[in-house]
């Protein structure tokens, strides 16, 4: 827990809005979800998902416990280099790729997911690799909220279960014999009975093909969508339960189908930096009219999770705890009026200039944010152990105008 008078310097300091991620906690759910795993299956490896978290000093913090990465564009690949991620250790996991990011990932990445059949045509057009892995649509998902739910028949990823034993046939034809196969069926799940599930899914999905193939698979990828408590009524995931539920379907499995060990990975994202991170604003104005709302400078531009999914981060006024409760609807300066973090919800009566806290922001926070409106994007500062030892400072109009017309001239 970052000290509110930290909290304080920082907002004086580097503006709002802005992020800030707890280094000591991210530690903590590295090793956290590591043991839990390792524990009842040694043969596990353990990726982040950068796409929940972008920021260089986090990653390099995630990349020293000795964590993988999993990636899913270009730019992650080259940002997970960057900070300390060797190739061996770098996964991708696009979809709908294009040569561009196949080629990017062959380069990069030890390991390929692949989307669809037709993606393993775009990759052998100009390298046939050595390990082939495809990302599976069980038929099933589930997700925090619906725009979370990665697998079922209504979901745009992965290859249909029915047609996975041809996507394997494909690659075996063109002189592939080594293989992986994965799966992600939603985000934010926080019921370790739904993992254990998962997992029986994907091993009969595997067991049906590799033993039509004649072949055992070198790892299986049950993918992420380890959740968090946004909410006090929820409760936080039991991982060990999680970890202990997954690994026994797994070995059953590996057994049934004599796949005799092959490595198990996971990728999450969300549970190692979700509650490692906060984003503090500040009210920049109040309005009464048909109702009561409390702008911020913050917006769905900042945090885009609220508009995008109805989701709800717990909101604090840390600073303002002896003002009577109010209700008001807290709202940003975006043009839409889906701009709003939450609708009548009690604060203390809160002024201008006030510092507002939204918890729980450490993930699909900052990389979801835009420069919509033409607002500046955050800023994102690292403290480790009371102090900050990260800072990039929130972008100003000048830097945003001066980046449009370096893109003009070059």
Do not use: W
């Amino acid at each position: 827990m970052i000290p509110l008078n930290l909290l304080q310097e920082i907002s004086e300091k580097y503006s709002t809005p802005g992020y800030i991620y707890d280094a000591e906690k991210i530690r903590e759910n590295c090793t956290k979800i590591t043991r839990a795993f390792t524990r009842h299956y040694p043969s596990t490896v353990v990726h982040f998902a950068v796409k929940a978290n972008s920021c260089p000093a986090v990653l390099k913090i995630i990349a020293e416990t000795g964590l993988s990465a999993d990636c899913s564009s270009p730019f992650e690949l080259l940002l997970a280099n960057k900070c300390g991620f060797e190739k061996s250790k770098i996964m991708y996991t696009g979809n709908y790729e294009s040569p561009q990011d196949l080629a990017f990932a062959t380069e990069y990445a030890s390991i390929i997911n692949l989307d669809d059949i037709t993606s393993l045509k775009r990759l052998t057009s100009f390298k046939v690799p050595e390990v082939v892995s495809f990302r599976i649509n069980p038929g099933i998902g589930r997700g925090g909220f619906e725009g979370v739910v990665t697998g079922g028949v209504d979901a745009k990823f992965g290859v249909p279960y029915e047609q996975a034993f041809k996507a394997y046939q494909d690659a075996y034809d063109l002189g592939v014999r080594r293989f992986g196969i994965h799966m992600m069926t939603g985000s934010n799940n926080l019921e370790p009975l739904f993992f254990a599930e998962i997992t029986e899914k994907l091993m009969h999905v595997a067991g049906d093909v590799f033993s039509r193939l004649g072949v055992a698979p070198e790892y299986i990828d049950i993918g992420g969508g380890f959740g968090i408590p946004y909410s006090n009524a929820e409760s936080e995931i039991d991982i060990e339960k999680v970890a202990e539920l997954v690994s026994s379907r797994f070995i059953e499995n590996c057994k049934k189908y004599h796949f005799q060990t092959p490595i198990l990975r996971i990728e999450p994202g969300r549970y190692i930096t979700g509650n490692a991170g906060i984003l503090l604003s500040r009210v920049t104005g109040k309005k009464t009219g048909y109702r009561n709302y409390t702008g911020l400078d913050a917006g769905m531009n900042s945090l885009l999770r609220p508009a995008l999914y109805g989701a709800f981060h717990r909101i604090e006024a840390p600073f303002k705890k002896e003002t009577p409760l109010v209700k008001t609807n807290l709202c940003g300066r975006i043009c839409e009026n889906s701009d709003i973090f939450a609708r009548d919800i009690l604060l203390p009566d809160l002024e201008e200039g006030d510092l507002v806290l939204f918890r729980d922001c450490g993930a699909y926070g900052f990389t979801m944010s835009s420069n919509y409106n033409g607002r500046p994007l955050p800023s994102e500062i690292v403290v480790d152990r009371g102090k900050v030892t990260y800072v990039r400072k929130k972008e100003t109009p000048q830097e945003m105008l001066k980046k449009h017309f370096k893109e003009q001239e070059s």
